[in-house]
């Protein structure tokens, strides 16, 4: 059974880094792509960003390229976001997905979704 | 405001066939192909069709997508009650260098 799950903190400070983890089990992350995508209270899908599980070939939203890192781990086969500087419009639910295996670089499996919220 | 333009909602009575639009330009669906998710509320999204019209594994053949120039459809056959939700498009946007989603469509189930 494929699982994705995201974890990391649910409230983060204004200006502080956002980090998360998205765990993998049941399919490799290994030849695949994987991607972030966030959705904000009551508002519409966001595309983050994606990354070649090898670390290689990676796109980021150019609204938040200077501001956002992905990473892969292959060995755990986990992947990661980093958001800095984050604000208060950048409270969201974060969703980590990978790609279907048949639909390039778009999300085919995904995670529950974990809200994160900006807040002092 | 989207870059892919979809109605904000749309609804059928069970059995019906409903379709969903979504309009956008040359640099995102005109030269690249579109997918379609539907995302149950309170429930993380789900790939109902990839490139412009195929559907993963254990999707019904009550959901079918198509494409012409740069717009695009996702249309349900046999309408069911299961099948409100929120459905969103999606495409790689050349002049962007991103992938743009649709603002979404909310589908009712009369």
């Known amino acids: 059974q494929v699982q994705l799950q995201e974890s990391g903190p649910g409230l983060v400070k204004p200006s502080e880094t956002l980090s998360l983890t998205c765990t993998v089990s049941g399919v490799s992350i290994t030849g695949h792509y994987v991607s972030w995508i966030r959705q904000p209270p009551g508002k519409g899908l966001e595309w983050i960003g994606y990354m070649y599980y090898s670390g290689g070939s990676a796109n980021y939203n150019p609204s938040l390229k200077s501001r956002v890192t992905i990473s892969v781990d292959r060995s755990q086969n986990q992947f990661f976001l980093n958001l800095y500087s984050v604000t208060a419009a950048d409270t969201a639910v974060y969703y980590c997905a990978r790609d279907s295996g048949s639909s390039g670089y778009f999300p085919g499996y995904w995670g529950q979704g974990i809200l994160v919220t900006v807040s002092s | 405001q989207s870059v892919l333009t979809q109605p904000p909602s749309a609804s059928g009575t069970p059995g019906q066939r409903v379709p969903i639009s979504c309009s956008g330009g040359?640099?995102?669906?005109?030269?690249?192909?579109v997918y379609w998710y539907q995302q149950v509320p309170g429930t993380a999204p789900k790939l109902l069709i990839y490139?412009?019209?195929q559907r993963p594994s254990g999707v019904p053949d009550r959901f079918s997508g198509s494409k012409s120039g740069t717009s695009a459809s996702l249309a349900i056959s046999g309408l069911r009650s299961e099948d409100e939700a929120d459905y969103y498009c999606a495409a790689w946007d050349d002049s962007l260098s991103t992938v743009v989603f649709g603002g979404g469509t909310k589908l009712t189930v009369l």
């Open positions: 040359i640099s995102n669906i005109g030269g690249n192909y």
């Open positions: 490139n412009n019209s």
